[in-house]
């Protein structure tokens, strides 16, 4: 427990984690907001059965939003070894699982601290802007709406603890932060220009965040490459080897 | 120290540092890879139909014809009754054609329901001018040189253009002809994008018609159309009917110039993606590393006035990046073009792109400036920051995330998002010119709009960063 609490405090007193904090709600909610505002009923040929899907529009900050996520968890460890504090660390703490462990849960709450009321936020905030901009919505909130929203926010928590991951493997904020960047965002630009069926849905099938974001689907879903919770699963499996690979190099290593 | 001084020692900073050394040469590597592998997964499926026009151009050559053989010199008059306005770009007039194979040469002139009188040659314009139906058209032949006029009363003629085609053989088809070109309606929305051309069925009335010279006695009615159309449907028919010298001739197609707007060079140059994912970091942590390892104060101390050392700083990091990309830039492009045309981007719908075309080497050199002005970018945010990690972040995704979210909003919030953030300088290394018509959201707008957003974000990061260093304590 006392891992815990001397992790949660190191977290807790970066001076840049307040700022993450605060602008991973703010993607969460502006961007979500401005996205649902650009729809419009009108644009539609038939506006009763517009085949928009409200909830992942409404969900977009999502694109920005997970690489604030991704820093979180790079800084949370990445810091340790800039200032070599890490030393210190793993002196007080000879465990080093129980290190990464501990990080992993401050590093998780942390995320889910602004992720869970920006997700509820921004989706009760869509709803009178559909209504503005001329839509009908169904009353009632359904399964997949409540998917695409939790998924939303457990896919936040795997990409910090991707990062996390990566961080223990590369030991470098600048570094783990490509890595991580590179794994989220280039296989999706990858697939803007590879017009080959067969790889361009390979290409979102494997990649973590084609993948992953299938969880906020909510119509449409079998012209998906790949099922919401198998795509959230392609992520929980990136994150997990990730975090195998960090953990099996943060113990063997010499910090 | 002066500049010079300050210069040779950012420059022996640079590339003092295994790691960065190591990065720059990644950065090329993976543009190259990332361009090959962009490059072989594409492929297309707008070749089959196509027709070549005598400059070995891909061109459209659809319309119906209702044509008489004209040996040597002569004329054609006739006054086009009456046009419907089935598109603006619509025409009804008439032609001298080297027979009656697509793309073959030709000088037409026609009135179109958007208002003008276009004289064409060789899928060319050759004039325009206000005008509509009911009005007079000629077309005289002298040899190889012909002229084209116009008239309201069909007494005082009024000449639109001249032309020498020397490609005309001393026998040709002359005679009538109707055009209607598709509409082209790209339906972005929310999730999807899909491209849909509706055809349209242009119809005219022709009167009073005269053919002088030695011409054929009887007309042929034809059809030319691209293979494959009669299956999307059109919305009527093609044909002629004749009564007592007045035609109605109904068609279908347009002609001119079709170069489809996927763009070789730009595809082949796509691996910059890949480079800036490891040149952006570089050039953050270039300037972040020294506050981070307290060197800054080193730094500083030799150099009070502080602003040359980020004017240094930009300088060898931009300079190395330029180097670095524009060979990357010229082995991506001469790699990735024959494995385009290996995946159906060839001749004649993409002839072979080459360096010695301005625009082609505007887009390899425009694609060493998107680098280096990224880069500049990443050196202005470290120096905002003076933290690596929120300055890479947010690089990046302004960068990237906007290329996605511009894929699938509306065109216009996605052409708004290409002007106002850094992804719009992606469209610097595109050599054809802007179109709403693919799907990657930069080709909406031209490579200038692109290096003015672009390096407008690089001087405002410098600016910016310069600023904050010379006000704050290090």
């Known amino acids: 427990m006392n891992v815990v609490r001397a992790e949660w405090i190191k977290a807790r ?41 409200f909830a992942k529009v409404s969900l977009s900050g999502l694109w920005l939003s997970q690489a604030l996520a991704a820093v979180l968890g790079v800084l949370a460890l990445g810091n340790e070894y800039g200032t070599r504090m890490i030393t210190v660390t793993v002196a007080a703490v000879p465990g080093r699982m129980r290190i990464l462990a501990g990080k992993a849960g401050v590093v998780l709450a942390l995320v889910l601290l602004p992720a869970v009321p920006g997700v509820l936020v921004v989706s009760a905030l869509a709803r009178p802007i559909y209504a ?18 939790g998924g939303t926010v457990l896919y936040l928590g795997l990409v910090a603890l991707l990062a996390l991951g990566v961080t223990a493997l590369v030991r470098d904020t600048a570094g783990s932060l490509s890595v991580v960047l590179v794994l989220l965002y280039a296989t999706p630009a990858l697939a803007l220009v590879v017009s080959h069926p ?22 449409n879903l079998d012209a998906l490459p790949i099922g919401p919770w198998r795509g959230l699963g392609v992520l929980a499996a990136w994150t997990a080897a990730a975090l195998i690979a960090g953990a099996v190099s943060f113990v063997i290593r010499d910090a | 120290m ?8 950012e420059w022996t900073k640079l590339r003092s ?74 025409m009804a007039g008439v032609m001298i054609k080297n027979g009656v194979t697509r793309g073959s040469s030709y000088v037409s002139i026609a009135v179109t329901p958007g208002g003008s009188v276009r004289m064409m040659a060789d899928f060319r314009d050759v004039e325009k001018r206000a005008g509509t139906a009911p009005r007079w058209l000629r077309l005289t032949r002298t040899g190889a040189h012909i002229a084209t006029y116009d008239s309201v009363d069909g007494s005082s003629w009024r000449e639109i253009g001249e032309v020498d085609l020397a490609a005309l053989p001393a026998t040709a088809e002359i005679g009538m002809y109707v055009s209607s070109p598709g509409e082209i309606r790209l339906e972005r929305s929310a999730g999807t994008t899909s491209v849909g051309e509706r055809l349209t069925t242009g119809r005219a009335t022709f009167a009073e018609v005269r053919v002088q010279g030695s011409a054929g006695s009887s007309w042929t009615s034809d059809d030319l159309i691209q293979p494959g159309l009669e299956r999307k449907g059109r919305p009527g028919p093609s044909g002629t009917t004749e009564a007592a010298g007045t035609f109605i001739l109904t068609g279908t197609g347009d002609i001119g110039l079709n170069e489809p707007p996927d763009d070789t060079v730009q595809i082949g140059l796509f691996g ?51 180097v670095i990309g524009l060979a990357a830039a010229l082995v991506s ?78 065109a216009a919030a996605a052409r708004t998002l290409m002007l106002v953030t850094p992804a719009g300088g ?31 974000y690089a001087a405002v990061a410098l600016l910016a960063g310069g600023w904050l260093m010379r006000r704050r304590d290090v």
């Open chain 1, 132 to 149: 503005h901009n001329g839509f009908a919505l169904p009353g009632a909130i359904t399964g997949a709406s409540l998917r695409a929203a």
């Open chain 2, 426 to 456: 992606f469209a610097m290394q595109r050599a054809k010119p802007a179109t709403d018509w693919l799907v990657e959201p930069w080709a909406m707008i031209g490579p200038w709009a692109g290096l003015a957003v672009l390096g407008t």
């Open chain 2, 333 to 410: 492009f001469f790699v990735t073009q024959p494995i385009l045309r290996a995946h159906g981007f060839g001749p004649p719908m993409f002839p072979a792109p080459s360096l010695a075309e301005p625009r082609v080497l505007r887009a390899v050199i425009g694609a060493a400036v998107f680098l280096t002005l990224l880069s500049l970018l990443g050196v202005g945010a470290g120096a905002v920051t003076r933290r690596g990690a929120p300055a890479i972040a947010a690089v990046i995704t302004l960068t990237l995330v906007p290329m996605f979210v511009g894929s699938v909003v509306p």
């Open chain 1, 198 to 219: 067969t790889w361009h849905d390979r290409l979102q099938e494997f990649s973590p965040l084609t993948a992953g974001m299938a969880i906020q689907a909510t119509t």
């Open chain 2, 17 to 90: 540092v295994n790691r960065w050394v190591l990065a720059l040469a990644a950065a090329a590597v993976f543009t190259v890879a990332f361009s090959i592998l962009a490059s072989s997964g594409g492929s297309t499926d707008r070749q089959p139909n196509v027709a070549v026009g005598p400059g070995g151009k891909p061109v459209a050559d659809d319309f119906h014809f209702v044509h008489r053989t004209l040996t040597g010199d002569g004329s054609i008059v006739v006054r086009v009754a009456d046009q419907q306005n089935s598109h603006p770009q619509a």
């Open chain 1, 13 to 53: 007193t970066l001076p840049s984690t307040p700022w993450l904090l605060m602008g991973l709600l703010a993607l969460t909610v502006g961007i979500g907001a401005l996205a649902a505002g650009t729809l419009h009923a009108g644009e539609c040929a038939d506006p009763a059965n517009c085949g928009e899907d």
């Open chain 2, 272 to 322: 910059t993606l890949a480079g800036l994912l490891v040149l952006v970091p570089l050039a953050v942590v270039f300037v972040t590393s020294e506050y981070r390892r307290g060197m800054i104060r080193t730094t500083f101390a030799a150099a009070p006035a502080r602003t040359p050392v980020l004017v240094a700083k930009a300088v060898v990091m931009g300079g190395v990046t330029f």
């Open chain 2, 2 to 9: 002066s500049l010079r001084h300050l210069l040779r020692a």
